[in-house]
DNA sequence: GAAAATCTCTGACTAAAGTCAGGTAATGCT
DNA sequence: AGCATTACCTGACTTTAGTCAGAGATTTTC
């Protein structure tokens, strides 16, 4: 009952219930629930046939039948698509998204009703979103987005919160805030947020100079997806961003206070090099030849 | 995307595709899903029929096709039950015992994949106990258990450490040990585990004296399950239990360094007295008159 | 000791999900 | 231009899950 594998099983076991009882929620709208899914999916933006079918793991012909028992029911329309008449497109219609925004109604409603009745709120939320990452950690998505995006806002202000409260002297979010912005935008450089689903869990950006080498700024992983060996593939993710807009040799600095950065960069091929810049906050400095 | 609700169906999303996942594993066997649910209930112990269609939510008809298949296949047998015999009693056959064991080495097996794929293993238990609890907190069991029992002791021993780390000066378990088990069983006292499934997640004991009270030691609530009022619960159970034992007048002492308990005792009737003990730890007296 | 209630089983259904083998039209490749 | 491939659809089918009414045996109730 306290070995690990037997607590995985109970997490196992609670969740399974509990799941029934969702997908059973989704019956109450008077449509099998193979039906329901495929109208959901195209709801959340899903409009490549072939890319539901995928998504919800269906047989073409089963798919097929459903889209077909949506469109008789008036939910849902089918059009070929516009580059390639073999692939249809589905989108909903007016009744169709109302039916949508009923069942997002209801799954909201079952979200709210979840949270009400525990009072450890955030610890709850704080364990929901560190399984959740752990289940999807190879459906992570690094995607290149603006840095002044609302994703890449809310990973930088994490980011901040998280120094200030690492660093014994505290972290004065005005030293850094945006004006590095411009310099983390292609052709210069980039940012790239990883996504898990729809929650921003993980960012880097790569900062452009005038010196003859890029900046790694801001790694930053969300706690609760620290152990899944994102950093690396942050880090992957931008050197290889690097090469491709030519640039040959990467800088960063870093603080001792972050154990873990160092450690990533020491076995990733970076070499510790003397201070380069006057930033009061870093006392470790690395390079990188590409 | 940041807000409570959209991490909980985040949660959820991830979790649905994970439990499809854990079902299809099921299927390798050659028997459908609901066959091989029947044979696993009663494998876990569950040998009569209708606690069985009970526990998997099934129609009579149904569980009686299944049980059918199940025999015919050789894995399982029934038995009319001993003192009533309308009832049916299943159980397993040779075969059937190692198919279970097969099921069972699937699920360890998984369970050990899932763990060894994350470093951050004690975090992600945590997170899972704490969801588990969540979840099944309808289906928390009370249930009076020897002081002396492996749940117990597990429960002991997580409560000692706790202490040991709330008190300042540290706390010695060898003072307080094991001397009251005999004075927590009936009909002096009793001791009560909470179990969700099969984990322990809280305990308390009823020690009789010979003073004309009884007191109530050793109040102890998993980190994991806090917040789903199981300390209230456990109190309430307790107090029935000393009514059913004919004992009028119950005692206890805490310390301040755990605010949550004292709070508890001031909401739920009772009153702060003198010190009515010599032991080094308490610096807080309660009693209460049933 | 008769009537009511309980437990399981059987027969006769239905609905949903899924499989498989073509078929049609559009597209890609040489 | 011709052939292979791709994307979707259709028809014909099976399996699984589930429902419902009633039968048969047994136990409980009065």
Known sequence: MLDPVSRVRRFNRAVTS??????????????PLGAARVLNAIGHGRTDVADIRDYLGLDSGLM??????????????????????????????????????????????????????????????????????????????LTEMDPQSDEARYCLGEYYAELGRRFKQGFDVSLSRDPDAKDMRRPRGTFI???????????????GTDHGYAEIKRLWVAPAARGLRLGRRLMDATEDAARRLGIALLRLDTNSALPEAGQLYRTTGWREIPRFNDDPYPDLFFEKQL
Chains 1, 2 share one sequence.
């Open 18 to 31: 509990a799941v029934g009882a969702l997908d059973t929620s989704f019956l109450g709208r008077g449509r």
């Open 193 to 207: 947020v990883a996504m898990s689903d729809t929650l921003p869990i993980g960012c880097v950006g790569l900062k």
């Open 64 to 141: 097929s039948r459903l889209l077909r028992s949506l469109e008789d029911e008036g939910v849902v329309e089918t059009h070929a698509h516009e580059d390639d008449a073999r692939r249809r497109v589905a989108k909903l219609t007016r009744t169709g998204r109302r039916e949508f925004a009923a069942y997002e109604a209801l799954s909201n409603a079952q979200a709210e009703s979840f949270l009400a009745k525990h009072s450890q709120r955030d610890a709850l939320l704080a364990a929901m979103d560190m399984i959740a990452s752990a289940l999807t950690r190879e459906r992570v998505a």
